[in-house]
Nanobody
């Protein structure tokens, strides 16, 4: 069973930046679809960004131009670079890796991001 461990969350002022990391216990990132989700207080979890093994990447409209997803297969780590943060970005961020060939879906424990105005 692959485990995903997130880090990098915290408190930041509006306009600031954070980089989230998600490290996997196994070598799956090079062929998995990688996603970052977030859940704001009182709201449903939403997909923030997704990148496939071919490199095709999508972003939610609310984060386009501000957030960047990336992966380092050699380090079994994925990242979410978040710039120009605003209070609406506050929430718990979850990394997720989906391996279609195995029907396997792995999730991190979540990391809190709080953006103050």
């Amino acid at each position: 069973q692959v485990q995903l461990v997130e880090s990098g969350g915290g408190l930041v002022q509006a306009g600031g930046s954070l980089r989230l990391s998600c490290a996997a216990s196994g070598s799956i990132f090079s062929f998995a679809t990688l996603n970052w989700h977030r859940q704001a207080p009182g709201k449903q979890r939403e997909l923030v960004t997704s990148t496939g093994s071919t490199g095709r990447t999508t972003y939610a409209d609310s984060v386009k131009g501000r957030f960047t997803i990336s992966r380092d297969g050699a380090k079994n780590t994925m990242y979410l670079q978040m710039d120009s943060l605003n209070p609406e970005d506050t929430g718990v961020y979850y990394c997720n890796a989906f391996v279609a060939a195995k029907g396997a879906d792995f999730w991190g424990q979540g990391t809190q991001v709080t953006v103050s105005s």
